[in-house]
């Protein structure tokens, strides 16, 4: 097998033994693998190994020793002040002449399990290895570089080139920006709206997130929207493929507009291809990050998980739906709703400064003046997919025109390549912390020895060698910024227009279904009458709390639309929505689910509003069709 990491025959890259000063028995043997950073613990005789793995690894930082009052830093076991400042001086070119050790930290969020409790969180773990084994600080940082850039192309699986491995004066490690025109830094674009929610994006993002940029050595550009369609705007004028995310902090609004932003660029395909879009849930609903973690632990520290997810920076197909209305095209990630569910959205707004509870108190008053609109549904079924609960539908069948696999082929999406270009990701990880002040730290802090030439090794080791060491970090380093990320909340006249993108072209693949004016295919089904709901979505979740499609995958080729006929009693009606947190809500008499590729709503009367992602869309038919995998979103 080709040695594409440089592990050579040993399977590993690099090794190196390090002390803790405070502990003189003690001797750590630190290797670095394709599988992550292994340490062996030295101690009368006995060995006790564990390794970190590379999954578990955030990034890596190399810094310098701060000039302190005093006496020398250099033995101080616990590293804690001496690991803190180290870029602080750098900055205040305030450098301590007397110690020549270069500092790598090393930061991991590691999964632990909790006996009492059988639950499993991230807790973060810093590993500083201190270089001193060269008599010059630059040799010793060129060593520390070296870990570093290992570290680094271990962790997006590209190849270590051999000069890094190589320690010598002329290697990548020791030019200027060497390493990093080995690594992609592009940064990320962050569009934050900070009226989602509770309004609490900002900090979100500045106490949250930024310690974690700062530690990954992910830089990002910071736009707060000042208006809605200001993140569209953003999105559809500017050079956006300078980043390689881009990640929205706010709720579905905001992506809604970075995805419908996305399309009306002539260069949609690459810009959608090229440009995934991150989550880092702020808002109120969160539906699609929620969809994008299905997991337990999401729950547990939402902002952490989505984070982690950032960084590994994976991305994964997402399906999304075309919407045409009269007057309008977008391109919705969520749902599209007429009558109960979305009646409730709307209207409950008015009560929005009481919090989530608007939704009880609404659907409440929704249930006892319980309405009912008269319309007409048609769908094309998915041809492999058959309604997980009730199937049969009380309208009219003929014959058909054209197969839903047809359909699916002649996909122009499907066709150019934009579609189902990596297989899912799904995370089995569980967070519970994000970088809490007063959590503790399992860190551990390592230094090598004095010189000590040692008679078998190679000329360049035998140079003024002495040991490295692990030691202590302090969060406080994390807070430091990373040079080249900006912060922009100022005025961009180019984003000023509130009423976003009214005369903009929408470009995005051609439909496949006839026009709004013209009759449905007769291959579709048909249901006809008075209605109490229409919803549909092509993710498994509505909301942080509302699995409305259960079996729903990022990129199934399915939109999962749930309806609901008149003649269901109030208390069906009520059991219907008090499952709507657990699933449970398909069980209920009178709801339908039908997994399909179209459909076309037409309603007979007013009302009611129709929502598209949770915005209020014009009222009047409006018809959606699944574009598989078209978009790209990241996940674990
Ligand atoms: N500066 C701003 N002032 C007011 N509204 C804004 C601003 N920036 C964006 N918006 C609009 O706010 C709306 C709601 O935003 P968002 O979805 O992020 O939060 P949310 O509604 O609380 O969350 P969710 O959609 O998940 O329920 C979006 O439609 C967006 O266009």
Redesign the pocket.
């Known amino acids: 097998m080709e040695d594409v990491n440089g592990c050579g025959g040993n399977g590993f890259v690099l090794q190196e033994t390090f002390y803790i000063l405070s502990k003189k028995n003690t001797v750590y043997r630190v290797k670095l693998s394709e599988k992550g950073l292994s340490l062996a613990k030295e101690t009368n005789g006995n060995t006790k190994s564990e390794t970190i793995s590379l999954d578990d690894i955030i990034g890596c930082r190399c810094m310098r020793s701060k000039c302190k009052p005093g006496p020398s830093c250099v033995c101080r076991p616990s590293g804690r002040r001496a690991v803190e400042e180290p870029e602080k001086e750098e900055k205040l070119n305030t450098q301590d002449p007397k110690d020549i050790s270069a500092y790598l930290y090393i930061y991991a969020y590691v999964l632990k399990k909790y006996k009492v409790t059988s639950g499993v969180k991230r807790e973060r773990m810093t590993i500083t290895l201190r270089f001193r084994s060269f008599d010059k600080f630059e040799e010793n940082m060129r060593e520390a570089q070296k870990w570093r850039l290992a570290i680094k192309c271990l962790m997006k699986g590209t190849p270590i080139p051999q000069s890094v491995l190589n320690s010598d004066e002329n290697s990548i490690t020791s030019s200027p920006g060497g390493t990093e025109r080995i690594l992609d830094e592009r940064k990320v674009l962050v569009l934050l ?5 509770p309004g609490r994006a900002r900090d979100v993002f500045q106490q949250k997130v930024v310690p974690l940029l700062l530690e990954a050595e992910l830089g990002y550009d910071l736009h ?9 705007e953003y999105v559809r004028t500017k050079d956006i493929y300078q980043y390689r995310a881009i990640i ?1 902090l ?8 970075v995805v419908n932003g996305l399309f009306e660029r002539p260069d949609w395909m690459s810009a959608i291809k090229e440009v995934p879009i991150g989550i880092i ?7 699609l990050a929620k969809s994008v973690a299905i997991d337990d632990s999401y729950d547990q520290n939402p902002v952490l998980f989505s984070t982690l997810n950032i960084l590994k920076g994976n991305s994964t197909p997402l399906d999304l739906v075309r919407v045409e209305t009269r007057s309008k095209i977008m391109y919705s990630f969520l749902s599209i709703g007429w009558g109960l569910l979305s009646d409730i959205d709307i209207e409950s707004e008015k009560l929005r400064a009481i919090g989530g509870q608007r939704f009880t108190i609404w659907s409440l008053a929704r249930l006892i003046g319980l309405r009912t609109y008269k319309g007409r549904i048609s769908y094309l079924p998915h041809p492999n997919h058959k309604s997980p609960v009730q199937t049969t539908v009380s309208g009219r069948t003929v014959s058909l025109t054209r197969s839903a696999s047809q359909m699916v082929d002649l996909d122009p999406i499907s066709e150019n390549g934009v579609g189902f270009m990596t297989p899912m990701h799904t995370s089995q990880s569980m967070f519970s912390d994000i970088v809490d002040p007063d959590s503790p730290l399992r860190d551990l802090s390592l230094e090598t020895a004095y010189a000590k030439i040692a008679e078998d090794m190679s000329p360049v080791e035998q140079r003024s060698r002495m040991d490295s060491f692990y030691s202590v970090n302090s969060r406080r380093s994390t807070f430091y910024s990373i040079g080249g990320s900006s912060f922009q909340s100022v005025f961009d006249p180019s984003c000023d227009n509130p009423n976003g993108s009214v005369n903009v072209q929408m470009y995005g693949p051609p439909s496949q279904l006839p026009s709004l004016t013209q009759p449905v295919p007769e291959s579709w089904k048909t249901i006809e009458g008075e209605f109490v709901m229409m919803h549909s979505t092509n993710v498994s979740h509505l ?1 942080k709390d509302c699995l409305f499609a259960p079996d729903a995958k990022l990129s199934d080729g399915i939109i999962w639309l749930v309806v609901i006929e008149a003649g269901i009693s109030r208390h069906q009606l009520l059991q219907f929505l008090l499952g709507l947190s657990h699933g449970t809500h398909l069980n209920c008499p009178h709801v339908k689910m039908l997994p399909v590729l179209a459909f076309r709503l037409e309603p007979e009367t007013d009302g009611s509003y129709i929502t598209v ?3 209020v869309v014009e009222y009047g038919p409006i018809q959606a069709e699944v574009m598989p995998g078209l978009g790209r979103i990241i996940s674990r």
């Open positions: 709206n900070p009226k989602s929610g707060i929207s000042k208006h809605a369609n200001f993140a569209r929205t706010g709720g579905d609004g905001i992506i809604f507009e849930p702020c808002g109120s609903g969160n539906g909301a992602d949770g915005e």
